[in-house]
């Protein structure tokens, strides 16, 4: 199975603040690369799939960039309503796996 | 707006089974591939089955084949998952997920999770 690692494992910022989460794949996905966000009680919520594709509706304060095995999720101008878990998903194979998560909490 | 309903979690004893179920209200349900994901409880997100639009195909996670299958009904815009032999280690929140249509291997629209304990 293809592991994905994140980090940090959590992240403490302000509103306002510009941020940065790395996901690291044990192997090449390409860009076989989504994140999502979760907050607590919820169901997640696709952010970014193939990298760095904005899925519609989210703020364009979110983006995604990378390819091969190193990802980054950036967000920038943190809003109160940013503050939750992320997770990254490799879909290059089955199984689908993903990260253990990102707790961005406020400062 | 598309909305994914899950139902059909509970408490069951180890090695008892449950059917989980989730209902499609939007119009193109059978266009598209769908997924279980489980999450137990402080953890991670663990990816579980999916099942292509005509239900002809389907893949499981190594830790639920044999045990579990995934099944659809497009006349009924429903995706059902069939748990047998459950174990402790199954117990989690369960949600359906739906493919995109562009990208099936891309969960675009969740539902909001039954939960499954397993414990006697």
């Known amino acids: 199975d293809i592991q994905m690692t994140q980090s940090p494992s959590s992240l403490s910022a302000t509103v306002g603040d510009r941020v940065t989460i790395t996901c690291r794949s044990s192997?090449?996905?390409?860009?076989?690369l989504n994140w999502y966000q979760q907050k607590p009680g919820k169901a997640p919520q696709l952010l970014i799939y193939?990298?760095?594709s904005l899925q519609s509706g989210v703020p364009s304060r979110f983006s995604g960039s990378g390819s091969g095995t190193d990802f980054t999720l950036n967000i920038i101008s943190l809003q109160p309503d940013d503050f939750a878990s992320y997770y990254c998903?490799?879909?290059?194979?089955?199984?689908?796996?993903f990260g253990q998560g990102t707790k961005l909490e406020i400062k | 707006e598309v909305q994914l309903v899950e139902s059909g979690g509970g408490l069951v004893q180890p090695g008892g089974s449950l059917r989980l179920s989730c209902a499609d209200s939007g119009l193109t349900f059978s266009s598209h591939w769908m997924h279980w994901v489980r999450q137990a409880s402080g953890k991670g997100l663990v990816w579980v089955s999916r099942i292509n639009s005509d239900g002809s195909t389907t893949t499981y996670a190594d830790s639920v084949k044999g045990r579990f299958t995934i099944s659809r009904d497009n006349a009924k815009n429903t995706l059902f998952l069939q748990m047998n032999s459950l174990r402790a280690e199954d117990t989690a929140v369960y949600y359906c997920a739906r493919g995109s249509y562009d990208f099936s291997y891309v969960m675009d629209v969740w539902g909001q999770g039954t939960t499954v304990t397993v414990s006697s």
């Open positions: 193939a990298a760095s």
């Open positions: 192997q090449n996905i390409i860009k076989y």
């Open positions: 998903q490799q879909s290059y194979t089955t199984p689908y796996t």
